[in-house]
């Protein structure tokens, strides 16, 4: 027979299902439901602030708009309080069975708690539990740096990233990064698309779904997206910097953060990928074990860059994890070093600039590439 679906416990089981299998599949879906609502004091009413003027809600009480993006662990889309009108970025996430996942779903929410007084985390309202889905409340941007500089490099726009606003992005992410690390927590999903912009030219750091938490700086477990990679996620071998002795437990630092952070730079100052695609895995493996760092090219640049990028990119790009700058180091360096006595300004400019790109596009340019316009 044809598979259908079923609730038990608020989680969707495929169909068909023998008795015994009901049974169990039930008693797990209600033990497992019982769980996150304890671990998280979850619920399906929530208390939040927003400018000071604190609400009480229930899932049931927004209306989805519009889609934001999709990805393996969940559904985001922009929402409306229909009592209060304020707008927010609602992650909606399918309560699992495994049990790796539901940690991970746990931990994204346990990180988020912790950022709220980061200034570069895309700002947590709260969690909701209701009919099996986990609802993660968050702040509302205007889109990704993807789609943002997708819409910027298009044909339809023609306005390359200026060096200001790469400067202020840089500084902005590994602020981010800093306040995380100073709280044990590595991203390892660090991309263009969990970068997050707005039209006051805030910049943060968003989607904490496959976190890791740090055990004397180090990170046991190895996910993230492919594209943005550090070499030493791809051989194991060079995870210590040139090899692991005999003992040793292969692990990651914040290190791999810092290049993808390079690579998503490279991306955003070039309009373009610096990899491309790899035709395999094992083409993956050789280019970035065996092949130079990526730079950015002259032609890229085209003037609009100094050489300090290129010099902050070669510390961010280093081969082996140890020769990699430390976060502090890089926040140091001279392309961003002077950001912290201008940040306003350079905020200020930020915003201005994504204005402008956001207001040069018409409104099938920007739903190419994403970003949703709001009446």
Same mark, same amino acid.
């Given at each position: 027979?044809? &598979? ?7 989680v &969707?089981?495929?169909?068909p299902l023998?008795?015994?299998e ?11 439901t019982?769980?996150i609502?304890q671990?998280q004091?979850l619920? @399906?009413v ?6 000071g003027?604190t609400m009480?809600?229930?899932a049931?009480d927004f @209306? ?10 969940g559904?985001v ?8 009108g304020c ?15 539901h940690?991970l779903q ?5 990180v988020l708690k912790?950022?709220?007084?980061c ?12 009919d099996?889905?986990?609802h993660i409340?968050?702040?509302?941007m @205007?889109?990704?740096?993807r789609?943002f500089y997708?819409a910027a490099y298009?044909s ?5 990233i200026t060096n ?8 902005s992410v590994?602020?981010a990064?800093s ?7 590595m991203h390892?999903d660090i991309?263009?698309s969990?970068?997050l912009i707005n039209?006051?030219?805030r910049?943060?750091?968003c989607?904490?779904?496959v976190?890791?938490i740090?055990k ?15 070499p030493?996620?791809?051989?194991i071998?060079m995870?210590t910097g040139g090899?692991?002795g005999?003992?040793d437990e ?5 290190a791999?953060d810092?290049?993808?952070?390079g690579?998503?730079?490279?991306e955003l ?5 610096p ?5 395999n895995?094992?083409?993956q ?5 065996e092949?130079?760092?990526p730079s950015?090219s002259?032609?890229a640049a085209a =003037? ?6 290129n010099?902050?990119l070669?510390c961010c790009l ?5 020769d ?11 392309y961003? =070093?002077?950001v ?9 400019r930020?915003g ?5 790109v956001? @207001?040069?596009c018409d409104?099938?340019?920007l739903?190419?590439? =994403?970003v949703?316009?709001?009446?």
């Amino acid at each position: 027979p044809a &598979k259908s679906a079923r609730r038990f416990g608020g989680v &969707k089981l495929a169909l068909p299902l023998n008795f015994a299998e009901a049974i169990e599949a039930a008693t797990r879906a209600a033990k497992l439901t019982d769980t996150i609502s304890q671990s998280q004091s979850l619920a @399906d009413v929530a208390a939040f602030s927003v400018d000071g003027v604190t609400m009480t809600a229930r899932a049931t009480d927004f @209306d989805s708009l519009d889609e934001l993006g999709s990805g393996r662990f969940g559904v985001v889309d922009r929402v409306i309080h229909r009592d209060s009108g304020c707008l927010f970025a609602r992650k909606r996430i399918r309560l699992s069975f495994d049990q790796q996942e539901h940690e991970l779903q746990q931990r994204e929410i346990s990180v988020l708690k912790r950022t709220v007084e980061c200034p570069f985390v895309v700002y947590f309202y709260g969690a909701m539990f209701h009919d099996g889905d986990i609802h993660i409340l968050m702040e509302l941007m @205007d889109a990704s740096l993807r789609q943002f500089y997708l819409a910027a490099y298009s044909s339809a726009v023609n306005m390359p990233i200026t060096n200001p606003v790469l400067q202020y992005i840089a500084y902005s992410v590994l602020k981010a990064l800093s306040y995380i690390r100073s709280i044990e927590v590595m991203h390892r999903d660090i991309k263009p698309s969990n970068m997050l912009i707005n039209r006051s030219g805030r910049v943060k750091l968003c989607d904490f779904g496959v976190a890791g938490i740090l055990k004397n700086s180090i990170a046991k477990s190895n996910v993230g997206c492919q594209l943005y990679v550090a070499p030493e996620r791809v051989s194991i071998s060079m995870a210590t910097g040139g090899g692991l002795g005999a003992g040793d437990e292969p692990g990651f630092t914040t290190a791999s953060d810092v290049w993808s952070l390079g690579i998503s730079l490279l991306e955003l100052a070039s309009g373009a990928h610096p990899y491309g695609s790899w035709k395999n895995p094992f083409h993956q493996v050789q280019h970035l074990t065996e092949g130079p760092p990526p730079s950015l090219s002259a032609e890229a640049a085209a =003037g609009r860059f100094p050489q300090e990028l290129n010099d902050f990119l070669s510390c961010c790009l280093a081969k082996k994890a140890n020769d990699r700058w430390r976060l502090p180091q890089l926040l140091e360096h001279p392309y961003v =070093g002077g950001v912290v006595a201008m940040e306003t300004e350079l905020r200020d400019r930020t915003g201005q600039f994504v204005c402008s790109v956001l @207001d040069r596009c018409d409104s099938s340019s920007l739903a190419a590439v =994403g970003v949703t316009v709001k009446e």
